[in-house]
């Protein structure tokens, strides 16, 4: 099973830019595709952008399409997710995990605060 921890959360301000990083224990981790998710006060956590295992394709939600880049080094077991042109209603608690296509199935981490201010 895979362990992860993410990190690189922050305050920005509109328009601003953060790159998040989630770093995997396990030496299986290239062997997986993964995602990164987020989750707002209130709201249902909903998928934000996937990556196959190899990096050889990515796919993103509508809301983030455009402004979002996930990327991944299997040497380093880390998957990253830079975010520019930061929208106050990116505020959330952004996780990643393993995926199938959309879904997650693996354990959560502790997620990583990302907070937009306008």
């Known amino acids: 099973q895979v362990r992860l921890v993410e990190s690189g959360g922050g305050l920005v301000q509109a328009g601003g830019s953060l790159r998040l990083s989630c770093a995997a224990s396990?030496?299986?981790?290239?062997?997986?595709?993964m995602g990164w998710f987020r989750q707002a006060p209130g709201k249902e956590r909903e998928f934000v952008a996937g990556?196959?295992?190899?990096?050889?394709?990515?796919f993103y939600a509508d809301s983030v399409k455009g402004r979002f880049a996930i990327s991944r080094d299997n040497g380093k077991n880390t998957v990253y997710l830079q975010m520019n042109s930061l929208k106050p209603e990116d505020t959330a608690v952004y996780y990643c995990n393993t995926v199938r296509g959309r879904t997650a199935f693996g354990s959560w981490g502790q997620g990583t605060q990302v907070t937009v201010s306008s």
């Open positions: 396990g030496r299986t981790f290239s062997s997986y595709d």
């Open positions: 990556i196959t295992w190899n990096g050889g394709s990515t």
